[in-house]
């Protein structure tokens, strides 16, 4: 087995002993779906996991993926990333990292941070204020995208 595959069947682990708290079970569609969403961590919209998943699973429905990500961020097992380039996105990763979004190409990156960093610093909060959820999201363009020569309008 790979690394890769040892890390998602850990996460499907997780994910069934969290839903298993709930007298919930894995079932199939809820295996499948989050399968998906391990397979390429790319941040889709949920019409995407959808279409990745649906032809493996004829009988999955849009709700029923929508149903799955809603239960997987209330776990806090998969983080919705809204990035203003429109529709909420899916993110499986588990490390400290940002996202970088290309805005040639629209890609959506996950940058790690730093060892070390404490965003807490970077901002300077009003007394007796508290942060309890951070979301780093940067803009610019990747590396292919910075190659190609500006378009001439
Ligand atoms: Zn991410
Ligand atoms: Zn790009």
Redo the contacts with the bound molecule.
Sequence with gaps: MTGKAAHSKRQLKRYEESIAQDGLRLTRQRKHVYEVLLGR?D?PTAMEVFLRAKPEMESLSLATVYNVLETLSERGLV?K?HLDSGSMRY?A?HAR?G?FTCTGCGA?L?VPLLPGAELEKLHQLPRGYTVTHQEVALRGLCATCRKKPPLNL
């Design positions: 961590q941040h983080r990333v993110c990763n990292h996202h959506v996950d």
